[in-house]
């Protein structure tokens, strides 16, 4: 009797601290609720501003992109058209600058600079640069193209390592060939740019990189074209190199 009267007793403590603890966690949230309450009611006023702020801000950046961007890509994309067209048919300053009635390709920058399809024409402006000499323009507008389409991003890319090799700068571009052969990694530009690094290490006298470079496509791009005529490069690497 006297344990059972024990057991009786620790339960009854035991719902006594529940109930206990549960009355603490119900006056904290109290206590929680009525400063927050009361927190709003003192600052309303600077939280309405706060809100009605947030709901501009958010307002605006529709409005903008309906109202202002969405005209704007409508006239870039009209004019695009016959920008890419001349791009097309190799009338490059007729792409670039337009042909007097149609713009080119540095208006459509200059004019519809928010717009997806200036971002598009920065990398055909960039073309048009590298193809006409104007090598250090070839690469202002190129690094202004902003993509990761697996096609362009690894081509604006070497595009980029070619216009520093016309300037003359090799290392530069070297590093623009490695970028864009692991950019986009696949089996038909990867062994492009890579080719393109081992030729531009070859004209800095490196030829341990260049057999580097050439043993990678030999060993992991042995299907593509560079890959088939990859041997007489290593062959002749390896006999000016001595090694």
């Known amino acids: 009797m006297l344990l059972l009267g024990k057991k009786k007793l620790i ?6 601290k529940m109930a206990q603890d549960k009355d603490e966690v119900l006056v904290d949230v109290q206590e929680a609720y009525s400063k927050t309450e009361h927190y ?4 309303k006023k600077s939280l309405a501003v706060i ?5 501009l801000i958010i307002a605006g950046y529709f409005a903008w992109g309906k109202l202002y961007v969405g005209p704007k890509e409508q006239d870039a994309q009209r004019a695009m058209f016959m920008a890419e067209k001349y791009f097309e048919q190799d009338s490059l300053k007729k792409a670039i600058n337009g042909d007097g009635n149609n713009d080119g390709f540095k208006y459509i920058v200059e004019e519809y600079g928010v717009t997806k399809s200036a971002n598009l024409a920065h990398y055909y402006l960039g073309i048009c640069y590298l193809k006409t000499g ?4 070839a690469i202002k507008e190129l690094n202004d193209f902003d993509t990761d389409d697996i096609i362009l991003e690894p081509v604006a890319t070497a595009a980029i390592g070619d216009a520093n090799m016309e300037l003359g700068k090799t ?5 623009y060939y490695l970028k864009a052969a692991k950019v986009q990694e696949n089996k038909f530009t990867t ?6 690094a081992g030729l531009a290490y070859e004209e800095l006298n490196n030829y341990a990189n260049a057999i580097k470079i050439y043993e990678q496509i030999k060993s992991e791009y042995f299907e593509s074209n560079e890959g088939k005529e990859i041997e007489k490069y290593l062959v002749k690497a390896h006999q000016v190199a001595g090694i």
């Not at 709003?40 to 600052?43: F, G, R």
Request: glycine share 6%; no cysteine.
């Open 11 to 16: 339960l009854h403590f035991k719902f006594y």
């Open 40 to 43: 709003i009611e003192e600052n």
């Open 51 to 55: 809100l009605g702020g947030i709901v």
């Open 134 to 137: 104007k090598f250090e323009d």
């Open 171 to 175: 290392e530069e571009a070297i590093t």
């Open 191 to 196: 062994p492009i740019y890579l080719m393109k």
